[in-house]
T-cell receptor
Framework: AQKVTQAQTEISVVEKEDVTLDCVYE???????LFWYKQPPSGELVFLIR??????QNEISGRYSWNFQKSTSSFNFTITASQVVDSAVYFC??????????????FGTGTQLKVEL | EAGVTQFPSHSVIEKGQTVTLRCDPI?????LYWYRRVMGKEIKFLLH????????ESGMPNNRFLAERTGGTYSTLKVQPAELEDSGVYFC???????????????FGQGTRLTVV
């Protein structure tokens, strides 16, 4: 069975601090994709990144960076110099061939990030 | 291009009543998904349509839930009769069926917050 664990329920930081959101996943499949979605107060889930199981290179996009480590089954997300607009719930998700050929996302419980002035 | 649109954004109904949620996917997206998040838990898969056909409905909680996608365009999710435990946020997502998008990004709507009292 697939499982995604986001152990941090809520994180509060002061603006300009760096913050890392943890994501640990479980799957028996060797081919899988990992995702991060952001849910701002408006409610919609906004896609941030997709990573496949064969590419362990870290990725940076502006203030966002992702660290994928298969050895620890983790796909952590770091926001550098956080801003108030980063306040949202962040979800990590997994999909594999076993779970409907990539047509079923398994989500974690989400991490509520609050960035204060 | 319009995103995934869900109606209503909020619904409060009494136990035993019927509620119908609607989702308009991105135009041209054959894949349509329903997910649900209950009480701060993980977002869980409900079902998947390819055009008008149900591809996977393994996540539907019970027979009080009925999803339809007539004509392969918009979809409805009816809960009848609603129970207290049905309260949560119902998300709809859509995805293209073009080449190379097996593990592609699914675009989510803003969700419908359902409260059963």
């Amino acid at each position: 069975a697939q499982k995604v664990t986001q152990a941090q329920t809520e994180i509060s930081v002061v603006e300009k601090e760096d913050v890392t959101l943890d994501c640990v996943y479980e799957t028996r499949d060797t081919t899988y994709y990992l995702f991060w979605y952001k849910q701002p107060p408006s409610g919609e889930l906004v896609f941030l990144i997709r990573r496949n199981s064969f590419d362990e290179q870290n990725e940076i996009s502006g203030r966002y960076s992702w660290n994928f480590q298969k050895s620890t089954s983790s796909f952590n997300f770091t926001i550098t110099a956080s801003q108030v607009v980063d306040s949202a719930v962040y979800f990590c998700a997994l999909t594999t061939i076993l779970t409907g050929g990539g047509n079923k996302l398994t989500f974690g419980t989400g991490t509520q990030l609050k960035v204060e002035l | 291009e319009a995103g995934v649109t869900q109606f209503p954004s909020h619904s409060v109904i009494e136990k035993g009543q019927t509620v119908t949620l609607r989702c308009d996917p991105i135009s041209g997206h054959d894949n349509l998904y329903w997910y649900r998040r209950v009480m701060g838990k993980e977002i869980k898969f409900l079902l998947h349509f390819v055009k008008e056909s149900k591809q996977d409905e393994s996540g539907m909680p019970n027979n009080r839930f009925l999803a339809e996608r007539t004509g392969g365009t918009y979809s409805t999710l009816k809960v009848q009769p609603a129970e207290l435990e049905d309260s949560g946020v119902y998300f709809c997502a859509s995805k293209s069926s073009g080449t190379g998008v097996l593990f592609g990004e699914a675009f989510f709507g803003q969700g419908t917050r359902l409260t059963v009292v």
